[in-house]
């Protein structure tokens, strides 16, 4: 923990420094700054303050803020220093406000400053000037937005990739996806608040910015809309998993290496959460009242039980179909316990007959239960779980998936998840219940 947090003072000390060189080297290649550049200055860091109060929280340890509008509208006014000093003044009085610690309200002042900085570089270099007295350049405009956007992106990203412990491109794509078009389609309002204040007056100015306040509560109800969608998902399988000690967190960590071995496989971003949404709903069958006087013995299953265990896999698929938008995880969540080989339920699918959801599903799923405690032995080790993965391909497994996931690369990303994964969501010991009654020495061991 004290070297994580090292690391990170360590990297909010380096993003420091490079803000303030570049905002220094932005200071001499701009030019001084004019009176008029400070009241300007002055007016949009104002609204700066006030966008950074109205922030909204996105995702865990990530939030969102419209402070972007009124930074770049200023620098495109005073597209030299004073910009870079409205945009400090709107994050120190804004961090104020929200009460930050230390360490977070500095990180995010100095990543605000340097993407500024770096933006307004690419501006001026550009031939960007003032729009004050002078008509917009699309071309530079376009560069301030994209360096800007890019540069806040990348900054964070690696910030939480540090602090979660998680893959940088992972968090590099969660800070793009779903903001993309709206951070897009933002960019005419920033174009349209700088020229109400270059060709009119701040009371204008003020009226156009209104706006703001619109998008700010489109953003907030649209990640609002997102994460109750999450949480009652969560909720749902929280409840399914309350029956059986072993499941506590299994669905949860099935989700997230599904998302892994879906990712290394080549799936598009849409098709990876498909693909983690069905994975977390796998096991829904199991809500059954039939399911939980199983669930809870603590012996191994008789055949007649094992039976009726193996439909929780066509009945988790009825339930889900009944909710419309899920309609296209149906064939995952009913075939994540085919086999390649054709020798698993319900269906006795085999090869590619099987959806590709759940031979994605069906890996993570068999890797969890290997990496999760037992009554009989301890958590598998990673590298023991790389033979076992190695030697079920094309019996078990899609062996084309296998070998993506096997990869050196893919196969770091599968261990960190893993690592993660078991600190998040611990696993309690499996009752034998929990577990096929008779394990074939051709596969490992494979939750039902």
Excluded at 20 to 43: E, H, I, K, N
Excluded at 274 to 281: D, H, I, R
Excluded at 297 to 310: F, G, I, N, S
């Amino acid at each position: 923990m004290r070297c994580l947090l090292k690391s990170i003072k360590v990297y909010v000390l380096v993003v420091s420094i490079a803000a303030l060189v570049a905002a220094a080297v932005l200071s001499v290649y701009a030019g001084a700054w004019s009176r008029d550049d400070l009241v300007a200055a002055a007016f949009f860091a104002g609204f700066g303050i006030l966008a950074e109060a109205l922030q909204y929280q996105r995702s865990r340890g990530r939030s969102g803020t419209i402070g972007f509008l009124p930074f770049l509208a200023i620098a495109t006014i005073a597209p030299n220093g004073a910009a870079i000093a409205s945009v400090f003044v709107a994050m120190f009085f804004g961090e104020l406000i929200i009460r930050r610690d230390l360490l977070k309200a500095q990180f995010n002042i100095v990543q605000q400053v340097l993407a500024v900085a770096l933006a307004l570089l690419a501006y001026v270099s550009l031939g960007g000037k003032s729009i004050v007295g002078s008509r917009v350049n699309f071309a530079p405009a376009a560069a301030l937005f994209a360096v800007y956007m890019i540069t806040n992106k990348t900054v964070v990203s690696y910030v939480l990739s540090l602090a979660n412990r998680t893959s940088f491109p992972r968090e590099l794509a969660r800070g793009f996806k779903g903001t993309l078009v709206n951070d897009l389609l933002a960019l005419p309002l920033v174009l349209v608040i700088a020229l109400a204040y270059a060709r009119f007056n701040p009371i204008w100015t003020g009226v156009v910015a209104l706006p703001m306040l619109g998008v700010r509560q489109l953003y907030q109800a649209v990640f609002d809309l997102e994460r109750i969608n999450e949480e009652l998902l969560q909720l749902m399988v929280a409840a399914i998993e309350a029956r059986d000690p072993y499941t506590s967190g299994h669905s949860q960590r099935v989700a997230r290496y599904s998302r892994v071995v879906a990712r290394a496989f080549g799936l598009s971003s849409r098709q990876v959460e498909e693909v983690g949404t069905a994975a977390l709903l796998h096991d829904v069958g199991k809500i059954h009242e039939e399911f939980a006087p199983i669930l809870r013995q603590p012996r191994k299953l008789t055949e007649a039980e094992y039976e009726v265990m193996k439909t929780h896999s066509t009945k988790g698929a009825a339930l889900v179909a009944k909710v419309s938008h899920f309609k296209s995880i149906v064939p995952t969540v009913r075939g994540h316990h085919e086999a390649w080989s054709g020798r698993g339920y319900p269906d006795k699918l085999s090869g590619d007959a099987i959806p590709l959801g759940a031979r994605i599903v069906t890996i993570a799923d068999t890797i969890d239960a290997m990496t999760t405690v037992r009554p009989y032995r301890p958590p598998r080790p990673m590298d023991e779980v790389r033979v076992e993965l190695e030697r079920v391909a094309g019996t078990q497994f899609d062996p084309r998936i296998c070998a993506k996931i096997l990869e050196d690369e893919h196969w770091k990303d599968l261990c960190l998840e893993v690592e993660i994964a078991a600190r998040e969501f611990p696993a309690d010991s499996a009752t034998d219940g929990s577990v096929f009654p008779h394990h074939s020495s051709q596969y490992p061991t494979t939750p039902l």
